[in-house]
């Protein structure tokens, strides 16, 4: 018998919890399909998460579970364009056609579903990314020349949590887009993989300082809020704190959901909720940085 | 003696050519190894200008590894003798990170950004900053004569001083101190 885990026709960061739901409830089933085929549209974030199911899935098997692909060739055309088959072939045996894309020199994928595993990664992809994110910050988005200088930045400290915390390989993303809740564009950075988690990486020095507290939700907060570290060196964890302060500096927002628990950095553009516990497990931690468009945003 | 220090050009010699971002910790041990190691080779060097200028790209984990530690493991290991750094052509973006880390671990550094403007970066008071000001727009100053133009009295002008030469970013010479970089 195969269980099967259907993947919302619009996914993003939201509707990800029904995924996360449907992998919570699958058990020790050993045959699961991933149900993309009603999918029109997904965000980096989901695109990336869902990889991490895939690879967690593929683990505790040992054989890759299935993916059918969105029906829709415009919607498969564009995750083939985000880079994400090359990625998902390793993991999963896919169903449905998927085409050969060739990524055109304007697009909205700024860089595209890249492995992060280490250190060396994290320097290919801030390279890779600098001056296209130039181009769409000032010219898309409307910023300030100076949105740029701290975005290479935020995109290295997002990588590293993988390369730091994570106890294996993940991925990221970045793609400029409209955000439909907020009626602007965005530029998206989104990081994700399947490994120890917040909690498991914080617990050995974080644990007895909280107590009864300790979970997944205050693993979150004591990392992203106060910049606590699994190291006890004062110099680290200093990574959230520096993209938290260039968020702050370009109304953007980070989110980061781990285990059963998702934090957020809301603003007054936004109607996320700060955190959310008693969330369904899903394995590692997945991080979302949106930097919207100035108020003003430069006709397209 | 002064001596100053291409940061990317330590960065293309220590991890690779191909670099310009100053990103991940373990590129910033790299780098400050490399900084330490020229340092060794030249002993006679008690100002070191960090000159960021080819430098995109810092984040906050490098610059943690290479500005706070150089500081905190110069400090351990030339007990006796007054190593100076000076940091050079910084953008706004690598001045945020490293006034963060330094502010982090109680430490200050004197900056020139690439707009030519005089920062003190990292922990400092408030009377720390605006003696620091002063003897970085004026190029000297004596306890009495910051007293007088900040309308403080002398002691409190004294103690702000000794407090930056303690610090390291200000030289005292004599009854006077000196921003560093008219050393």
């Known amino acids: 018998m195969t269980a099967v885990v259907e993947v919302p026709q619009s996914f993003d960061d939201r509707s990800f919890e029904q995924v996360a ?29 869902l990889l991490c199911a895939g690879q967690t ?11 059918t692909v969105p029906a829709d060739k415009d919607v498969t055309h564009y995750w083939a364009r985000t880079g994400f088959f090359r990625e998902a072939e390793a993991l999963f045996e896919i169903h449905g056609a998927v085409p050969r894309v060739r990524q055109p020199a304007e697009s909205a994928v700024l860089l595209e579903i890249t492995p992060v595993r280490v250190a060396g990664d994290v320097h290919t992809v801030v390279d890779r990314i600098q001056d296209r994110a130039a181009a769409i910050l000032t010219a898309e988005l409307g910023l300030e020349a100076k949105a740029t200088l701290g975005f290479g930045m935020a995109l290295s400290e997002a990588c590293q949590n993988i390369v730091e915390h994570a106890g294996g390989g993940g991925w990221v993303a970045v793609q400029a887009y409209s955000w439909r809740r907020l009626g602007r564009r965005v530029a998206v950075i989104a990081v994700a ?11 050995a020095t974080q644990a007895r300082r909280y107590g ?15 910049g606590v570290s699994r190291f006890r060196d004062p110099g680290r964890g200093q990574g959230f704190r520096g993209i938290r302060k260039y968020l702050d500096h370009w109304d953007g927002k980070i ?46 | 003696m002064i001596g100053e220090i291409d940061v990317r050009a330590v960065l293309s010699r220590s991890v690779c050519e191909f670099h310009s971002d100053l990103v991940t910790r373990s590129t910033g041990r790299a780098v400050r190894d490399g900084i330490e190691a020229h340092l060794q080779e030249h002993p006679d060097i008690t100002i070191v200008v960090l000159d960021f200028s080819a430098v995109r790209v810092l984040d906050c ?29 910084l953008d706004e973006a690598h001045a945020d990170q490293i006034d963060e880390v330094l ?26 900053r605006a003696a620091w000001e002063r003897v970085a727009s004026r190029g000297s100053a004596a306890p009495e004569e910051l007293a007088a133009e900040l309308a403080w009295p002398v002691a409190d002008a004294r103690d702000a001083l000794d407090a930056l030469a303690g610090r390291g970013v200000v030289i005292r010479a ?8 008219a050393a």
């Open chain 2, 174 to 181: 004599d009854a006077h101190y000196l921003p560093l970089s």
């Open chain 1, 57 to 67: 899935l593929l683990q505790r098997h040992g054989t890759r579970p299935l993916l």
């Open chain 1, 212 to 226: 009864e507290r300790w979970g997944d939700g205050a693993a979150l907060e004591a990392a992203l809020i106060q």
């Open chain 2, 61 to 89: 984990s490098c610059a943690d590894e290479i500005v706070a530690q150089l500081l905190l493991r110069s400090a351990e290991a030339g007990a006796g003798r007054a190593t100076y750094f000076l940091l050079r052509g």
């Open chain 1, 255 to 300: 989110s980061i959901r781990s285990g059963t628990a998702r934090i957020a950095t809301v603003r007054a553009w936004d109607e996320d909720l700060p955190l959310r516990e008693g969330l369904a497990a899903f394995p590692g931690a997945q991080l979302q940085l949106v930097i919207p468009a100035a108020e003003r945003e430069v006709a397209r």
């Open chain 1, 21 to 49: 739901a449907g992998f919570a409830a699958l058990g020790d089933e050993p045959r699961v399909l991933l149900d993309a085929h009603a999918t029109e549209w997904a965000s980096p974030f989901a695109l990336v998460s």
């Open chain 2, 103 to 128: 502010r982090r671990r109680g430490l200050a550094l004197a900056a020139e950004e690439r707009d030519g403007g005089k920062r003190l970066l990292g922990l400092a008071t408030d009377g720390m």
């Open chain 1, 193 to 203: 993989d399947a490994g120890v988690g917040f909690r498991r990486s914080l617990e």
